[in-house]
């Protein structure tokens, strides 16, 4: 039957909440870094043990975790206490440095900015490699370890993709999205807030922006090549090309990798959000929640209601059994909703509020696992044999 | 070069992030200093690097203050030497988060 762990990062913390295959009986476990912000956690797909956390602080700044046991216990790569201090290298886990002069972005008032690291914001393990694991970052950069998160390179061709001109979004300049192509490890898609989507088909040195077909209003140039405030990509393993995206505002789809978007928001509320998942098992079922508007970042009408869309957008279903529907206000942040890929498949949302919802049947049924965690900054499943 | 047995008491967080107690004992080697005591630190707990002050420019994190014998050095100059008591172990070398809530 299998089973599932379910990684959840907080403002105030790290939990993981476990369960069989039927998901109607959870274990909660944490919190882990009580008192820090997880911004994210993942493991590897290669071993389900290796599990990476994103563990970070506005005092003591960014901290990376490594567990190899999947979770029961966690280090800092490369932070262990040495035996010969003299010859020790130096900690270098949370050392992220921005290749060559770091260069300048573009400010809030219009002035420039020095790109500096601030957080991590999404940690990509590999597919192909378990000590390989990519970090976005704040200010955007991609960076890459291939040593188990010990130390970190960028990959700087991203930011010479006009980064002098990137901007940040109300949260921050961040790479908040990375999707590794199953079927071509050279190909990795990053989402940027707000410069917008980027491919690389080299294994990350060359970069190119993929972003026509997007539309943003206050944009002055309608076609502009970058400045869009994406919020999330998705695809399905079996066919890497069609990408689904949760732009600022507007649902989107590409069938080519990206070379063009097309709007399926369709019957959609309001098309305004922030996560998209891609169903395990059916490529044309989508998932999004919609928020009320980028001035009221909270569900509509009080309702937290999941749309599903089987036809790959545009024709859309509110999935609501379960879910609060009344006096609710809280919202969904981009990287809090994740699928299992157990049979049936699951889907799984972390709120604002704290509560994490689980629905073990695609989104026909849903039940709060938890319901009191700090706000949930990050959602994702493991599914375990 | 003489060696010095310096007391630094930590802020929680990075006592758990170091595995230790409130207050910690380290050897610093030559002139007792900031730099000194933090590169001391570093040596003996790497976890810790990064977390006090940035791995490149060595400039105190923000929201981190440096106390001892009862005034605030966070603004000395990093290599200014620190005051006798703390030198001795007679007091310590405090590493401490600035109030903020939330």
Redesign the interface.
């Given at each position: 039957m299998g089973s599932v762990r379910v990684l959840v990062g907080t403002a105030k913390g790290a939990f993981i909440l476990s369960a069989d295959g039927k998901r109607e009986t959870w274990d909660i476990a944490g919190p882990f870094f009580a008192g820090w912000t997880v911004y994210h956690m993942k493991g590897s797909p290669l071993d389900t043990n290796r599990i990476y956390a994103s563990q970070c602080s506005d005092w003591f700044g960014q901290v990376i975790q490594r567990s190899n046991d999947g979770g029961k216990t966690w280090e800092q790569p490369g932070g262990d206490v040495p035996v010969d201090f003299s010859g020790a290298p130096p900690g270098a886990s949370n050392k992220f440095v921005y290749e060559g002069t770091p260069g300048t972005h573009m400010w809030y008032d219009g002035t420039t900015h020095p790109f500096e690291f601030k957080r991590v914001w999404h940690l990509e393990p590999s597919l192909t490699d378990a000590d390989t694991v990519y970090a976005g970052v704040e200010d955007a950069a991609l960076f890459r370890s291939t040593d188990g998160a010990t130390t970190w390179k960028e990959l700087p061709g991203l930011r010479e993709q006009r980064s002098n001109e990137w901007a940040p979004g109300a949260g921050g300049l961040a790479v908040h999205t990375i999707l590794l192509d199953p079927g071509n490890p050279q190909r990795i898609y990053v989402a940027i807030s707000a410069a917008g989507a980027f491919r690389t088909d080299d294994g990350g040195t060359t970069w190119t922006p993929i972003n026509r077909g997007l539309k943003s209003k206050y944009l002055p140039d309608p076609n502009a090549e970058i400045g869009y405030c994406v919020h999330r990509l998705a695809l399905h393993p079996s066919r890497p090309d069609v990408v689904y995206m949760q732009l600022h505002w507007n649902v989107m789809r590409t069938d080519n990798a990206g070379d063009l978007w097309t709007n399926v928001s369709g019957n959609l509320p309001t098309d305004f959000g922030f996560p998209i998942e891609v169903h395990a098992h059916e490529p044309e079922t989508i998932y999004v929640v919609p928020i009320k508007s980028d001035s009221e970042h909270f569900v509509h009408d009080g309702k937290l209601r999941v749309f599903r869309s089987r036809t790959g957008g545009t024709e859309w279903e509110p999935l609501t059994n379960g879910l609060p529907q009344h006096d609710c206000y809280v919202n969904v942040l981009r990287d809090a909703m994740a699928t299992d890929s157990l049979e049936d498949c699951g889907i799984y949302l972390g709120t604002t509020g704290g509560q994490v919802y689980v629905s073990p049947d695609g989104g026909d049924h849903w039940k709060a696992i938890v319901h009191d965690l700090p706000r949930v900054l990050s959602v994702e499943v493991q599914t375990l044999p | 070069m003489t060696t010095s047995v310096i007391r630094v008491m930590l802020?929680?967080?990075?006592q758990n992030?170091a595995h230790v107690g409130p207050e910690i004992s380290l050897e610093v080697e030559g002139p007792i200093t900031q730099s000194s005591v933090l590169d001391a630190i570093?040596?003996?707990?790497?976890?810790?690097?990064?977390?006090?002050r940035d791995?490149?420019t060595k400039k105190r994190?923000p929201?981190?203050r440096y106390f001892g014998c009862e005034k605030d050095m966070s603004h000395d100059p990093p290599d200014t030497p620190l005051p006798a008591a703390i030198s001795s172990g007679t007091e310590p070398f405090i590493i401490w988060?600035?109030m903020?809530g939330g």
């Open positions: - | 802020p929680y967080h990075l992030l570093e040596r003996r707990y790497p976890m810790l690097c990064g977390t006090i791995h490149v994190r929201f981190l988060g600035a903020a």
